[in-house]
């Protein structure tokens, strides 16, 4: 690690203008994109680069993405030793630092007379990228099955789009339209990024941008490693189970279990995660690359070490954590094994991993399990109203786990996931659906001293034709858990009630029909409590009791009274 030279001002001044180019980046894209899931949801993640393609910064993304898209920079930079102004890439291959299919990086450099002075580069998720299933999120068996694979290829050459790649990517998506309107909103912001990279280097020189991008990375390095050294050292394991990949078994009716098993060694400002004895690679999309399952890793030692957000996330804050999995497990996926599922699946799980395994080293900085899944729904088919393809992608918000000091939180992305919900206006505006619960489930939230955040209930029916749905979720069978004596959080459950007969329990992932005029329930997960039950302040439960986040029943039974 090298040693800052840059004058102290000078520096602080330049590290939060790049931070600020990479916010400003989010805002455009969220300006100029198509698809909700971009404009109001924020799936997608803004960086800046430098020349090796190392991140030097990130706006206020989605934490999920920590891990890997620093490694689908650095294939542009293999693929392209000669890249030029005006240039643009693209890519989206899992086994070449992508994530999954519809995660699509686009990268394009900055240039400064003449000389390169890093990358932008926008991870965007596209709500369809092919495949059988419309959203693209099917129980196949490949990854040749879920959808357009994409490996680094130049997008833009001397600033104008190459009509044949654009033909070919939109060729195999559903709402071509939309996609290119998203593809435009992520140039933009890549271009947005070159812009005030290159101002900088007019304002204070090349050289000088170029050594402070690199001291940036220094910074966050030896924070990260004086966060680490405040930590006690020790050792746990810790071994969870998944609920299944979406494929079932011949003879068989329920979708197989899986174990992950992790080891965390924490030793003075170094910390490794192995993830040595998890099972094999799985049939279905629930095989995660090994830098999607660091990323789940990278978040939650950044919220155990760093909670109150004081370091840069980038490539140099990671230099200290060191992830290793066996190649061909769950956890570090080979080529050509499916993980469109295991991209938000498995980080959110490792992340909750990472959190009970530190609880055995550092039990007064970790929180209970929180909902522990994307709780994906997709739906697609023909809008009735105007006659053209729709797909619409959701993501379903649930508990935020309980803390050694405070109670989770409800009906939130967590952890590795930073998003929004989608309005209600927005969805029904955009899509030939209507939105008839959305709701808080009491006693969701696992009861301890410290109550455990309430997972959501959400509604859909579809209205006039059938549509083509698909579900993704975790924490349908082993519920996230409580610490310190708090208990689990609510599970998931997901149902299918058609408007004639019997409605019908879904299996946690997979795609189904959706008749016109049937009902879609999902209920994400609540989160862990923390604390034992007996603990919590009567005034806290009163409360609880007031605003119906725990029945009457509950307290009896849980708590003792009703405050």
């Known amino acids: 690690m090298s040693i800052r030279r840059t004058d102290p001002a000078r520096f602080e001044v330049v590290k939060n ?36 393609g190392n991140m030097v910064a990130q706006g206020p993304d989605l934490p999920i993405h920590l891990g890997s898209m620093p490694d689908a920079v650095r294939a542009v930079v293999r693929a392209f030793p000669d890249v030029a102004p005006g240039d643009v890439f693209i890519h989206n291959d899992p086994y070449e630092g992508g994530s999954h299919l519809p995660d699509v990086n686009v990268v394009a450099p900055a240039f400064h007379d003449g000389r390169l002075l890093g990358f932008g580069c926008v991870r965007a998720h596209w709500p369809d ?14 990854v040749y099955g879920e959808g357009l694979r994409l490996p680094p290829i130049r997008l833009y050459r001397d600033g104008k789009p190459d009509p044949s790649v654009e033909a070919i990517i939109f060729a195999n998506v559903r709402t071509p339209t939309e996609r290119l309107g998203d593809l435009r909103a992520q140039v933009a912001a890549n271009w947005r990024a070159a812009q005030r990279l290159s101002e900088l280097a007019t ?30 050292d020790g050792e746990a394991v810790f071994t969870d189970v998944f609920d299944g990949d979406g494929v079932i078994a011949i003879g068989e009716t329920e979708d197989a279990t899986f174990t992950v098993k992790l080891r965390i060694v924490k030793q003075g400002d170094t910390i490794t995660a192995d993830f040595a004895g998890s099972d094999p690679a799985v049939a279905g999309p629930m095989n995660a690359p090994l830098t999607v399952t660091a990323s789940g890793v990278f978040c939650a030692l950044k919220m155990i070490a760093d ?16 992830v290793t999995a066996p190649p061909g497990s769950v956890v570090n ?84 996931s930073n998003m929004s919900n989608t309005p209600i206006e927005i969805l029904e505006m955009s899509f030939p659906l209507r939105v008839e619960d959305y709701s808080l489930i009491p006693d969701s939230g696992g009861a301890g001293q410290y109550r455990g955040g309430l997972g959501v209930r959400r509604v859909w029916r579809v209205l006039e034709n059938q549509a083509h749905a698909a579900v993704c979720c975790e924490r349908t069978v082993t519920p996230p858990f409580g610490l310190a004596g708090g208990e689990a959080g609510a599970p998931a459950r997901l149902t299918l009630k058609p408007p004639q007969g ?51 029943t509950a307290a009896r039974r849980i708590y003792g009274g009703g405050g």
Not at 209 to 224: K, T
Not at 528 to 547: Q, T, V
Request: glycine fraction near 10%; proline fraction near 6%.
């Open 17 to 52: 203008a790049l931070y600020a180019a990479a916010e400003e980046m989010k805002i455009v894209l969220a300006k100029t994109a198509y698809s909700p899931l971009l404009k109001v949801a924020g799936d997608y993640s803004c960086g800046i680069f430098d020349v090796h």
């Open 129 to 142: 990228i092919g495949s059988a299933t419309p959203g693209s999120y099917g129980a196949v068996t490949e």
């Open 203 to 232: 304002k204070y020189g090349t050289d000088t941008l170029l050594a402070i991008m690199q001291e940036v990375l220094d910074y966050s390095e030896a924070m990260m490693r004086a966060a680490l050294r405040a930590l006690p």
């Open 307 to 322: 909670p109150k957000s004081l370091i840069p996330p980038n490539s140099g804050c990671w230099r200290p954590v060191t």
């Open 333 to 416: 996926a080979q080529h050509p094994s499916p993980v469109v599922y295991a991209n938000h699946e498995m980080s959110h799980r490792v992340a909750d991993m990472v959190m009970a395994a530190m609880y055995a080293i550092t039990p007064h900085t970790v929180m209970a399990g929180s909902q522990g899944t994307s709780a994906v729904i997709t739906f697609g088919g023909t809008d009735y109203r105007t006659g053209d393809r729709f797909v619409s992608y959701e993501s379903v918000k649930g508990g935020f786990g309980a803390r050694p000091v405070k109670d989770g939180i409800n009906a939130v992305a967590s952890t590795v």
């Open 502 to 552: 019997n409605a019908r329990k879904l299996t946690s992932k997979g795609g189904f029909l959706a008749p016109a005029g049937s009902l879609v329930v999902v209920e994400a997960p609540g989160s862990g409590g923390y604390g034992p039950p007996s603990a919590r302040d009567r005034a806290a439960l009163a409360e609880d009791l007031l605003d119906g986040y725990v029945t009457e």
